[in-house]
């Protein structure tokens, strides 16, 4: 039978990196924005993205813009609401699964 010296202290040298290598406890915290922060940012993006659209339907109905920047300037404001709505979804379904679970 034919023993792989070098094949054999390559596995001992990554058994060893890796013992030795941080775990999770070494991790850092999260570096991002807070939940808080993020669905905060979210919604006023909502309402600036609605502010806009009623901004330019305005404008059309005095004549000052262009129909194409009208029917632009509303489906972001849907697809914003959509977006919040469909989060807020997610958000109400997690929380109703964590009450459901037993303690």
């Known amino acids: 039978m034919t023993v792989n010296i070098s094949g054999a202290v390559s596995a001992y040298n990554n058994a060893v990196r890796n013992a030795v290598s941080p775990g999770m406890d070494a991790r850092t915290g999260a570096t991002g924005k807070s939940f808080e922060t993020l669905v905060s940012d979210v919604a006023d ?55 459901r679970m037993p303690i």
Do not use: H, P, W
């Open 45 to 99: 993006q909502m309402l600036k993205t609605g502010a806009e659209a009623e901004k330019q339907t305005t404008q059309a109905m005095t004549g000052k813009a262009d129909l194409n920047q009208v029917v632009m300037a509303v489906a972001s404001a849907d697809i914003a609401v959509q977006t919040v709505v469909a989060v807020r979804d997610k958000v109400i379904q997690a929380y109703q699964e964590i009450l």
